[in-house]
């Protein structure tokens, strides 16, 4: 992310952000309500263009993104496996024929994620933790090397929770990218190696434990509370070194 300024209608919602993640990494994004952690998800993703600056490394790869609100209506008449099997898109295309590897390959998904038996139920029979197992069996099938989860937690109970981590580190030590927000802190000290912390603009980043101080997190609330919403557009400058390194940005250290 090079100088990387974020926002709708002209106006920022991240400012200039400028940080390397390694291929292989498991990062949890963190920040106070209104941070612009699900506004940076969405530019990763390629939903949302940036104003200023750039990203780089993400071309021509295939990216599986889970937002916080998926917009899967429960109520369309589809089953759990067709839904699932979707994450094959990559594979079949539009006209694809539906062959009995695809169909292995989405019941191995479902055993993964502990769905075996709810291949042929409705996605109105499933409660919230069961339809975010089917969505990251999905996921699975998907096969991206970047993964971008929006609060992929919040509605699950505890032991979903826990098998879906272990999930994630299974994604992880096959190699892929997995980026995820979060609010649980503990969670992201029990779980996550680096962490992102954010508040409109870069707070820190790096290892978990440096990461989340108390005083990293006190300048996180300051930073984000007198921010104006009504500010004018942003002006950046164009001489910000595109090679950032270091792992642990204080304020001010993020960009010249």
Known sequence: MHDLTLGYERHPAVHHLSLRIEPGSLV?????NGAGKSTLIKA?????????????????????????????????????????????????GALGRFTAEHRSLC???????????????????????QLQRALFARLILQDAPLVLLDEPFAAVDNRTSAELLALLHRWQAQGKTVIVVLHDLAQVRAHFPLTLLLAREL???????????????????????????????????????????????AIGEAHP
């Open 44 to 92: 990763l993703a390629g939903e949302l263009r940036p104003l200023s600056g750039h990203l780089s490394g993400l071309s021509g790869q295939r990216i599986a993104w889970l937002p916080q609100q998926s917009g899967l209506d429960p109520s369309f008449p589809i089953d759990v496996r067709r839904m699932v099997c979707m994450g094959l898109w990559h594979r079949m």
């Open 28 to 32: 949890a994004l963190v920040g106070p």
């Open 203 to 249: 707070v820190a980043f790096g290892p978990t434990a440096e990461v989340l101080t108390e005083a990293n997190w006190a300048r996180a609330q300051h930073m984000r509370e007198p921010f104006d919403d009504h500010a004018p557009p942003c002006h950046t400058s164009p001489d910000i070194h595109p090679h950032l390194q270091a792992h642990t940005y």
């Open 107 to 129: 019941e191995k998904a479902l055993a993964a994620v502990g769905l075996t038996g709810f291949e042929s139920r409705g996605l109105d029979t499933l409660s919230g933790g």
